[in-house]
């Protein structure tokens, strides 16, 4: 499932791990949903839970594995995301499934490339995300119901006098095309290719803010974007 997100990215971000133990209890803490969502600076994915909100570890990591076994789980993207939960489970007592999917699609976010589930042993869940870059990390929690969301800042578009022109690629690339589309309002691929059709998107956006359509994404054009979409 996936959603757009009303809300701005707040609070502390960083790339180092975010931890936080769960609370001591008798009552098991069941995975009930999986769900990703897209804002204007972040995608986010929201794992839903019946019962305590169980302990958590997000971080960066080389590779995601599979709990268990250890055999490495391949994501698309620049950099992987590993999100531990526990005690947790994804299974009753007779072991049937408490959430058989299907995982969220991805496709046209910013900043995700792909979710994985990578383990349900032994009171842990092992998630993962491939993401376009190694960019800012935010964790939030929220009860009735119980919920850990993960937020994932896009990348900058370029900063100071660096431009973004036709024939780029990346994860700036992909930041840009999404902004495009929330500024223009209409449908742009978000595939990390400055083409063609990218380019007349970015004249389009300059000619409606009075900057020289030029197809170039510098600082006045960035400027520009962040006022109008109140980043």
């Known amino acids: 499932m996936t959603e757009l997100l009303g809300q701005a990215i707040s609070g ?5 791990p975010i931890e936080e ?3 001591d209890h008798d009552e098991r803490t069941l995975l009930v949903g999986v769900r990703a969502g897209r804002n204007e600076d972040f995608d986010r994915l929201v794992l839903d839970f019946a019962g305590p ?6 971080q960066y990591v080389d590779r995601l594995v599979e709990d268990g076994t250890g055999d490495p789980v391949p994501l698309r993207g620049r950099a992987v995301v590993e999100i531990t939960l526990q005690p947790a489970a994804a299974h009753r007592d007779d ?3 408490t959430w058989t999917g299907p995982l969220p699609d991805v496709t046209g976010f910013a900043a995700f490339r792909q979710i994985a589930d990578a383990g349900d042993s032994e009171a ?3 998630w993962g995300i491939g993401v376009a870059a190694e960019t800012g990390l935010r964790v939030t929690t929220l009860r009735s119901p119980t919920r850990v969301a993960v937020d994932v800042v896009h990348a900058e578009p370029g900063t100071g ?3 973004l022109r036709r024939g780029d690629r990346g994860a700036a690339v992909a930041t840009w095309q999404w902004r495009l589309a929330q500024a223009l309002d209409r449908r742009l691929d978000v595939d990390e290719v400055f083409g063609a059709m990218t380019e007349q998107a970015t004249r389009n956006f ?7 359509a030029d197809g170039l994404v510098g600082p006045r054009t ?3 974007m962040v006022r109008a979409l109140g980043l």
């Open 161 to 163: 006098d660096r431009l």
């Open 53 to 58: 909100l169980p302990g958590f570890r997000v």
């Open 95 to 97: 072991g049937t499934p």
């Open 222 to 224: 960035r400027a520009a």
């Open 21 to 23: 133990a769960g609370a």
């Open 12 to 16: 502390t971000l960083t790339t180092g």
């Open 124 to 126: 842990v869940l092992t």
């Open 206 to 212: 300059q000619g409606a803010q009075g900057l020289t």
